[in-house]
């Protein structure tokens, strides 16, 4: 079993910027695809970006490309999600999630959630106007 914990979530005025970070509490996320998720009021969830850590290439929605970073601090074993340019529409639940890679980059497919055994709990951003 894996448990990730999301932390640095918060609320932010349009522009601003924020920096999720999701670690794993007893696992190394060494050879693993991870991804940020998000889930707004009464919308699906949806895929915001991946990375695959053996790697480092990572793949992001087009409504985030050029705003959000997705990375990972091998020493921190953590996955991060720097935010810029926030904007009222990316307020949402945001979510960690894991699977294993088997050695091979995410697929873009993968955006879609479904392929995805390990969550967190969930950190609120909030953008207002």
């Known amino acids: 079993q894996m448990q990730l914990v999301e932390s640095g979530g918060g609320s932010v005025q349009a522009g601003g910027s924020l920096r999720l970070s999701c670690a794993p509490s007893?696992?190394?996320?060494?050879?693993?695809?991870m991804g940020w998720f998000r889930q707004a009021p009464g919308k699906e969830r949806e895929g915001v970006a991946l990375i695959y850590t053996g790697a480092s290439t990572s793949i992001y929605t087009d409504s985030v490309k050029g705003r959000f970073t997705i990375s990972q601090d091998n020493a921190k074993n953590t996955v991060d999600l720097q935010m810029n340019s926030l904007k009222p529409d990316d307020t949402a639940m945001y979510y960690c999630?894991?699977?294993?890679?088997?050695?091979?980059?995410?697929?873009?497919?993968?955006?879609?959630?479904?392929?995805?055994?390990?969550w967190g709990q969930g950190t609120q951003v909030t953008v207002s106007s």
């Open positions: 999630a894991s699977r294993a890679a088997r050695w091979a980059p995410c697929r873009p497919e993968w955006l879609s959630s479904a392929a995805f055994d390990y």
């Open positions: 007893a696992n190394t996320i060494d050879n693993r695809c």
